[in-house]
T-cell receptor, first 117, second 113 residues
Framework: AQKITQTQPGMFVQEKEAVTLDCTYD???????LFWYKQPSSGEMIFLIY??????QNATEGRYSLNFQKARKSANLVISASQLGDSAMYFC??????????????FGKGTHLIIQP | NAGVTQTPKFQVLKTGQSMTLQCAQD?????MYWYRQDPGMGLRLIYY???????DKGEVPNGYNVSRLNKREFSLRLESAAPSQTSVYFC????????????FGEGSRLTVL
C-alpha cells in the first residue's frame, strides 16, 4: 500500500522568505509519480508540480521546485520568495505504477501554510 | 473552459435521505474519480472509473454508489445518508488513469443532519 506523510500540520512564514513543505512517501513500486496541490481558502484544488520517479532532475515550475530525494523517499516542495497569496493548504500526493492497487492519487493530510506580512 | 463541473455546490440532508452528486468534464478525459475531504484527513478516494463502462472501489466506498453515465459524466449516489457522510466531495478527472495530473471540480459541501 502507498502512504504519504506530511509532518507539518501548520507553518507560519514571513513574506518573501523561502518555504519548504515536507513530504515523505512509502511505496513498493519502482515507477511512481509525486504531485503537489494547493488548496486556497476558496476550496479549489490547484495542481502545482509533478515529479516522476525516474526523472533525473528536480522538477521546477516558476517559484515552485520539488526537492526529490529518492533514497530517502522524500519529495519536499520549495516555494521561493513567498507571497501573501501563497497562504493555503498544500497537499502532497502519489500515484503508483500500473496495476499497483487502486487508481487515482493517494494524498497526505496536508500542511496549512500561512504567510505573514 | 468549464473543466470539471460538479452540482450541487451545497446540500443539506436529513439522515436517511438519498441524493446524487453530479459531475461532468469537457476535457475528453478517460478516467474520473470521486474523493471526500474531511478536516485533518486529506482527500480519500471513494470510487473511480478508469474508463467509460468501468467503475471500481477506492479507499472508502461504503455507503456510496457510482455510475459512469458516459465518457463525460460520473455521478455519486448516497442511498441513505448518514452524519458520517458530512464532508466536502470532489470530482476529478485525468486523461488516463496512469498519466497526468488530476483536474478537480470546485467541490460539493454536503451536510447530513
Amino acid at each position: 500500500a502507498q502512504k504519504i506523510t506530511q509532518t507539518q500540520p501548520g507553518m507560519f512564514v514571513q513574506e518573501k522568505e523561502a518555504v519548504t513543505l515536507d513530504c515523505t512517501y512509502d511505496t513498493s513500486d519502482q515507477s511512481y509519480g509525486l504531485f503537489w496541490y494547493k488548496q486556497p481558502s476558496s476550496g479549489e484544488m490547484i495542481f502545482l508540480i509533478y515529479q516522476g520517479s525516474y526523472d533525473e532532475q528536480n522538477a521546477t515550475e516558476g517559484r515552485y521546485s520539488l526537492n526529490f530525494q529518492k533514497a530517502r523517499k522524500s519529495a519536499n516542495l520549495v516555494i521561493s520568495a513567498s507571497q501573501l497569496g501563497d497562504s493555503a493548504m498544500y497537499f502532497c500526493a502519489m500515484r503508483g505504477a500500473r496495476g499497483g492497487g487502486a487508481d487515482g492519487l493517494t494524498f497526505g493530510k496536508g500542511t496549512h501554510l500561512i504567510i505573514q506580512p | 473552459n468549464a473543466g470539471v463541473t460538479q452540482t450541487p455546490k451545497f446540500q443539506v440532508l436529513k439522515t436517511g435521505q438519498s441524493m446524487t452528486l453530479q459531475c461532468a468534464q469537457d476535457m475528453n478525459h478517460n478516467s474520473m474519480y470521486w474523493y471526500r475531504q474531511d478536516p485533518g484527513m486529506g482527500l480519500r478516494l471513494i470510487y473511480y472509473s478508469a474508463s467509460e463502462g468501468t467503475t471500481d472501489k477506492g479507499e472508502v466506498p461504503n455507503g456510496y454508489n457510482v455510475s459512469r453515465l458516459n465518457k463525460r459524466e460520473f455521478s455519486l449516489r448516497l442511498e441513505s445518508a448518514a452524519p458520517s457522510q458530512t464532508s466536502v466531495y470532489f470530482c476529478a478527472s485525468n486523461i488516463d488513469r496512469l498519466a497526468g495530473e488530476l483536474f478537480f471540480g470546485e467541490g460539493s459541501r454536503l451536510t447530513v443532519l
